[in-house]
């Protein structure tokens, strides 16, 4: 089973995989941002777990669907970016 979800993911673009990630990042950012509404210490312990586990979840999707040569060629990119500014 955990060999078919990987396999599944890993057919998936590497434009896919830098989305995920993305939203990682705005899971990341909500889960700590949340601490600041003036809610009760309960409430904000329970959105905490909900979008810190929301954000895992996506870091490891997306480390998924990237994987090495996914991931070798976003920093390709990104250099190649780099060199011409």
Known sequence: ?????KEFLSRLSVRTGVIILAVCVVCYIASFAQMLLPISATAKGILWF?????AKTTQYT????LGVNGWKALK???????ELQ
């Open 1 to 5: 089973m955990l060999e078919r979800i």
């Open 50 to 54: 909900i979008l810190f586990g929301l």
């Open 62 to 65: 997306a480390l998924a669907i």
């Open 76 to 82: 390709e990119k990104m250099n190649r970016k780099k």
